[in-house]
């Protein structure tokens, strides 16, 4: 699996746009970028995955470089609620047979008002 | 709310009781897992059902039984557990085994006295 680098930590304020970047430079080819976020006690919550260029959905935009090498999620006009730990997984579609999803250190962001 | 839901939310038993997790996930989805995450490690799969049929088992101890009835209903049955299994124990769900995009339930929080 691709080793993957994220920011400890990030502060913003509410209503402004947050991006948050991941480095996965032994990225392969058939890997596909996932992220994840999680609060406090609670199950991760599946937020975007892509493979390539641009995705959007109604929470989030990921944004692939066309080396793929880095992504970036980015969290439009954040409130206090999104203040949580952030993920990013680098790894194949179908993830290996008995493994976990393997969640790293992640990115605690800190939403102020 | 992410389709999947888990009862109880928190539980406290002695080491000689018998309790059941349960967990049901309204996506229509065809797999189904249980995780346990400990305090400051990282999350552990326990077990993976597709199509209410057990994949896989992650050398888990016989104190923990999974039952999948159906490809929407996910139990686990505790006995005789040990107070270094208190844990938060995840249920996910998936469309297909094994990828990347799982949706998790808000978990159980288990407290072994």
């Known amino acids: 699996l691709a080793k993957t680098t994220q920011p400890i930590s990030m502060d913003s304020y509410e209503g402004q746009e947050v991006n948050i970047t991941c480095s996965h430079n032994n990225i392969a080819t058939n890997d596909y970028i996932t992220w994840y976020q999680q609060f406090p006690s609670q199950g991760p919550r599946f937020i975007i995955q892509?493979?390539?260029t641009k995705v959007t959905n109604e929470v989030a935009s990921l944004f692939i470089p066309a080396d793929r090498k880095s992504s970036t999620l980015s969290l439009p006009r954040v409130s206090l609620s999104d203040t949580a730990v952030y993920y990013c997984?680098?790894?194949?579609?179908?993830?290996?047979?008995?493994?976990?999803?393997?969640f790293g250190k992640g990115t605690t962001l800190s939403v102020s008002s | 709310e992410t389709g999947v839901t888990q009862t109880p939310r928190h539980l406290v038993m002695g080491m000689t009781n018998k309790k059941s997790l349960k967990c049901e996930q309204h996506l229509g989805h065809n797999a189904m897992y249980w995780y346990k995450q400990s305090a400051k490690k990282p999350l552990e799969l326990m077990f993976v059902?597709?199509?209410?049929?057990?994949?896989e088992n992650n050398s888990v101890p016989s104190r923990f039984s999974p039952e999948c009835p159906n490809s929407s209903h996910l139990f686990l049955h505790l006995h005789t557990l040990q107070p270094e299994d208190s844990a938060l124990y995840l249920c996910a769900s998936s469309q297909e085994v094994n990828i990347y995009e799982q949706y998790f339930g808000p978990g159980t929080r288990l407290t072994v006295t």
């Open positions: 059902y597709n199509f209410k049929e057990q994949t």
């Open positions: 892509g493979y390539k």
């Open positions: 997984l680098v790894g194949p579609f179908f993830n290996q047979a008995g493994t976990a999803l393997i």
